[in-house]
């Protein structure tokens, strides 16, 4: 099989902060329960709530070396239910992060 992934995804440790909202105003409670993945075009989440493909939302990330959060839209690419109620879903971001803001991110992880 193909790898079709635009961009290398790394496995963030807990130094980086995750929100994912539901919806593009990105009000209402974060559905975040981990990250398990991260590269400039999207994230793997593990959620709380279950979002359907093509659902949007709003997406933080906070690593040690940001003052403000990254905030990005993002599309729920697919979704999977997981065991204790939670959900592993894939979302792609409308525009990826700057090499800036994805480097502090990894480097927050390597910390």
């Known amino acids: 099989m193909k790898n079709k992934r635009r961009s ?3 496995n963030p440790k807990s130094k980086i902060k ?7 105003l990105g009000l209402g409670k974060n559905l975040t329960d981990s990250i398990q993945d991260l590269s400039q075009t999207g994230a793997r989440l593990t ?21 403000r959060p990254v905030r990005h839209l993002a599309q729920v ?7 204790e109620g939670r959900y592993l879903v894939g979302i792609q ?17 390597r910390a």
Do not use: P, T
């Open 77 to 83: 690419i697919w979704s999977e239910a997981q065991e």
């Open 47 to 67: 959620l709380v709530k279950e979002l359907k493909k093509g659902e949007m939302v709003e997406v933080e990330l906070l690593g040690i070396g940001h003052l």
């Open 18 to 24: 995750v929100y994912c909202r539901r919806g593009e």
């Open 8 to 10: 290398v995804r790394h």
């Open 93 to 109: 971001f409308d525009k990826a992060l700057s090499y800036r803001d994805f480097q502090e991110l990894v480097r927050a992880n």
